[in-house]
């Protein structure tokens, strides 16, 4: 449904809950309180020992099913919103009036120009603007204020989503002293409705901008058809440039728009990713329940042959079964550092563009944007190398655990 831009008028310019712990079927590979052990038969790996209250479920074909359509519905939402998102030119569904102004209390001095810069909003964006003029008696013993009159100008005109539509009210008892000249700034009100096509090229910042110029040009006695006629050849330079890539902010304000989207797409990806490994690992795994004949709160080794025999030995010794609390961390830096360094890329853009340029402003907004984008990149990264290195490490030394626990096979031999 069509929605309200904004308007203006003379003179006018967390609740947070509590979060609980989970009492579910806690697996480890160290012993804890009222936990039961496991013996896991995964094809291609070597046996391991598991802790649990209960003998651990393995992801079915119905979850996976349950996941990737949930993901499947999710994701083409999200498309479908990023598609929607993308600033594009619209392909018209309406025709085209033949005069994309109507002003009833003629109090335009030159509605040719006004006509020519709605023209060419219409012929670069697809937006189809019309502007009203209408005195305040026309709506305000029918509607509660301007907005609820130019929503309804808007739907009892325009079936589609694709017009712009601004509706101009003065007093009728000031037109001929604002016409005459002896009214500088009469009694305005302004009002806009666009449709939701448009907001893709009609955001926020873009009708922001539109607003204040207009406003500002409305309350310096500018002729109300020339202030809205320059106000529609500003944004039409700026949604020229966006849909044109002219600019680096262009490139950076459209990264910002769809980056929740596309972060969207990637943990629903990751989500299925996850799932689907894991069922095809849950297909050759088995667990088997074994008694605790050894001492449950001294490390237990995790492998076929010595573990047979009751031997305890350090569980670290196998530790390449799973990841640790190093590798953890690693992979979530190393994560957070992919996803930090589109941004740092879009910084060097407006760097590279403003130096080129000759613009220092573009030059220091883009070194700005890369330092602080470059932060946030660079720490991640420092900390993906300094933990898959203490994991490397911690590797090394359960191996070297290990070696040192295997009996020596000459041992007692006699020579």
Request: glycine content about 10%.
């Amino acid at each position: 449904m069509p929605h309200s831009s904004g308007g203006g008028s003379h003179g006018g310019g967390s609740h947070g809950g509590s979060h609980g712990r989970g009492s579910g079927n806690h697996v480890s590979h160290h012993y804890y309180p009222g936990a039961r052990r496991y013996r896991r038969h995964r094809h291609g790996y070597d046996d391991d020992y598991v802790y649990a209250r209960s003998k651990p479920q393995k992801v079915g074909i119905f979850t996976v099913i349950l996941v990737l359509a949930f993901s499947g519905f999710v994701g083409f939402g999200t498309c479908t919103a990023l598609g929607d998102k993308i600033p594009h030119k619209l392909d018209p569904v309406y025709t085209s009036p033949a005069a994309h102004v109507e002003d009833k209390i003629d109090v335009f001095a030159d509605d040719d120009e006004l006509e020519q810069a709605l023209e060419q909003f219409e012929e670069v964006s697809g937006i189809c603007p019309v502007v009203y003029t209408v005195y305040n008696e026309d709506w305000i013993n029918e509607y509660a204020d301007l907005e609820s009159y130019t929503y309804s100008m808007y739907v009892d005109n325009y079936p589609d989503e694709q017009h712009f539509v601004i509706v101009y009210s003065i007093p009728e008892d000031q037109a001929e002293a604002f016409a005459s000249g002896e009214l500088d700034v009469p009694d305005y009100a302004w009002e806009a409705v666009q449709g939701d096509e448009t907001d893709p090229l009609l955001t926020e910042g873009t009708f922001r901008h539109f607003a204040r110029k207009l406003q500002e040009r409305f309350e310096d006695g500018e002729d109300p058809g020339k202030a809205i006629a320059e106000s529609f050849e500003d944004i039409t330079g700026s949604i020229d440039g966006t849909l044109n890539f002219r600019s680096p902010l262009d490139v950076i304000s459209m990264v910002f728009n769809v980056m929740p989207l596309i972060i969207a797409l990637l943990i629903i990806g990751f989500a299925s990713v996850i799932v689907i490994r894991q069922f095809i690992m849950d297909r050759n795994t088995e667990y088997e329940e074994v008694p605790l004949d050894v001492d449950p709160m001294q490390p237990v080794y995790t492998g076929t042959g010595a573990g047979a025999a009751g031997q305890a030995i350090d569980p670290a010794a196998k530790i390449v079964t799973g990841p640790t609390k190093n590798l953890i961390i690693a992979i979530v830096a190393a994560l957070i550092a992919v996803f930090m360094l589109p941004f740092v890329l879009v910084g060097l853009l407006p760097l590279v563009g403003g130096i080129v340029a000759g613009d220092v402003f573009v030059s220091v907004f883009g070194l700005i944007w890369l330092m602080a984008s470059g932060v946030g990149f660079v720490i991640p990264l420092v900390l993906f190398i300094k933990f898959i290195r203490k994991y490397r490490q911690e590797r090394r030394e359960a191996e070297g655990r290990y070696e040192e626990d295997k009996p020596d096979p000459y041992e007692d031999d006699d020579f």
